[in-house]
């Protein structure tokens, strides 16, 4: 009977969708929220939420929410299950259907493309899992030989939390949080309005093949950005490259509330195609959420661009370990291959002025 | 009792962590190795300067950097051992101001989860802080270096955006290894208060207005 109630759910959640949308689109729930306002866009998400938390006993809807002022915020890590407890509801937790209903919901949150980066976030997890990536001394299921809590790390697509920081809502501000081994997103909504910032996509394998095709989930990050410092001429180099190695993120996790003097060539150094293919990278970041969030953000960010800058450490060579950021009075994208291996990529994605929806809050 | 006990099962838990750790050829992806990451974020103030600093070592080099830190060697890493460590890092990391060597003090640390630290991926926080002398308003350079274990080290040392406007960044130069920071900045000098500035203005104006009546007074 649960699995008839929850298909009722998810099909009334599909045609309210599109039927919000104004008609039937390829590319299913999320096509259609990208032609939503920004407020319409919360409602769809809400919608969403509901159709979850009516999926779900009671139980599993007391883990997934939280209160809105309390520690779940900042509770986020790159790491993996193990090393770091999430608190939400686990994926490994819950059945086809409901976990079909998780899914819509980040199908409705996140654009097209953001979906599909997170999607191929969590497989390469579950690819570390099946290649013996998690557990010490090699295959073992992916379940390290301590268990949680005791030092065996853990992977797998199974590995990724859902919750709701405040409760879902089209009026009052909320958070949704999904994430996982090498993948944070916080997006903070409230009406109209939203922030996906601090979020923190990361990749290991950051190269695997699926089904026959070779996915890259930061590969459009790595390969535009590595257009852009070979678009530069030698002078505008010199400005934009480090005379030092960068190892690592420097605003990762935990790293809130700071904000560091920003560093290589200003925007305004760089010619108007250059500054078009500066957005572009920025919007791989900007553009994980729906189009009718990530828009007003990308507007933003480009009113700041006279006061953004990028910087690079590394070689300029497309398939080298290279380092990059960007940085602007509302931005900061940092970009960072670990111990110099280009199959294994932390990012970080932050609004110095608006974590958590800091900003909303303020008003 | 309790609490005895379950310091025991904690200890026993670490060890046992250890001794799993140890006894496979570890092959853990997804975490940094051979290297001790120390990253540095420096913070100037008019008066202050105050250094944040997270000391992250791989996972080949956890043991080695831990029995450093747990002397009494019981796999268990006390608040004294983990005081210690702080205080030996508050000697090796150097600061200067216009070459003028700063005298660092310990704020506070933070020791994460012993297994954490061996897994590679638990970071241990040192704060520290030196006053400045007093400076006169212009062109200044901060010095920044850390040495510690720089034969496994990978560092990173970043300014912080100043909280005070009295302070502007200029530029920051670095080794290659950024084992080495220089940070200039310009101090500006203290602005007066607005309520100082109007109450001057007034007392200016009436002085001149005494004195533009005497000299008509005089005149007649």
Do not use: C
């Amino acid at each position: 009977m649960t699995w008839v109630r929850t298909s009722i759910v998810l099909i009334a959640v599909l045609v309210l969708t599109v039927w919000v949308s104004g008609g039937p689109q390829r590319g299913g729930t999320a096509a259609a929220a990208r032609k939503l306002s920004p407020a319409d866009a919360t409602a769809s998400i809400v919608a969403a939420t509901r159709a979850l938390t009516s999926a779900l006993d009671e139980g599993a809807r007391s883990k997934v929410q939280f209160p809105f002022e309390g520690p779940q915020k900042a509770r986020w890590s790159n790491l993996p299950s193990g090393i770091f407890q999430r608190q939400g509801l686990r994926m490994g937790d819950l059945t086809p259907a409901q976990r079909a209903a998780v899914m819509n919901l980040l199908q409705t949150t996140l654009s097209p493309d953001g979906f599909r980066k997170v999607t191929e976030i969590m497989r390469g997890d579950e690819v570390l899992r099946t290649t013996g990536g998690g557990a010490p001394g090699g295959r073992g299921g992916g379940r390290g030989r301590g268990g949680p809590g005791s030092g065996g790390l853990i992977f797998g697509e199974d590995e990724y939390y859902l919750a709701f920081v405040g409760t879902p809502s089209t009026t009052s501000p909320w958070m949704l949080q999904f994430g996982g081994h090498h993948l944070a997103i916080n997006l903070t909504l409230w009406g109209s309005e939203a922030s996906m910032t601090p979020s923190l996509p990361a990749a290991q394998p950051a190269s695997y093949t699926f089904e026959g095709k070779e996915i890259r989930p930061l590969g459009k990050e790595n390969d535009k950005a590595f257009a852009l410092i070979n678009a530069l001429d030698a002078a505008a180099q010199r400005q934009a490259i480090l005379s030092s190695r960068v190892a690592d993120l420097v605003l990762g996790p935990g790293q809130d509330g700071r904000v560091i003097q920003p560093e290589g060539i200003r925007a305004t150094a760089l010619s108007s195609a250059q500054q078009t293919m500066l957005l572009d990278i920025v919007r791989e970041w900007a553009g994980i959420m729906t189009d009718s969030f990530a828009e007003p953000r990308m507007a933003e960010i480009r009113g700041n661009l006279p006061e953004t800058y990028f910087a690079w450490s590394g070689s300029t060579t497309n398939g080298s370990a290279a380092y990059f950021r960007i940085q602007g009075p509302t931005l900061v994208i940092e970009y960072a291959p670990q111990q110099g291996s280009v199959d294994h990529i932390h990012t970080i994605y932050r609004d110095p002025t608006n974590d958590y929806g800091a900003k909303l809050l303020a008003k | 009792m309790t609490t005895a006990r379950s310091s025991w099962r904690s200890k026993r838990a670490v060890a046992l962590t250890l001794i799993l750790v140890l006894a496979g050829a570890v092959a853990i992806s997804a975490h940094r190795r051979d290297e001790y990451l120390q990253a540095a974020r420096i913070a100037i103030d008019p008066d202050r300067v105050e250094i944040a600093l997270d000391l992250t070592p791989g996972i080949s080099v956890a043991a080695d950097v831990l029995a450093r830190i747990d002397r009494d060697g019981d796999t268990f890493v006390s608040p004294d051992e983990a005081r210690a460590y702080a205080r030996e890092l508050q000697r090796v990391v150097a600061l200067d101001v216009d070459g003028a060597p700063l005298r660092l003090e310990l704020v506070d640390d933070t020791f994460p989860p012993v297994e954490a630290v061996r897994n590679g991926e638990g970071a241990m926080r040192v704060n520290l802080a030196a006053p400045l002398p007093p400076l006169a308003a212009g062109v200044h350079h901060l010095r920044y270096r850390n040495s510690h274990r720089s034969d496994i080290g990978v560092y990173l040392a970043n300014a912080l955006v100043p909280a005070n406007d009295r302070v502007e960044v200029t530029a920051q130069r670095r080794d290659a290894d950024q084992r080495e920071l220089i940070i200039d900045y310009v101090l500006r000098p203290p602005r007066t208060h607005p309520r100082v500035q109007l109450s001057a203005g007034v007392a200016l104006m009436s002085m001149l207005g005494v004195w533009r009546r005497r000299r008509r007074m005089e005149s007649r």
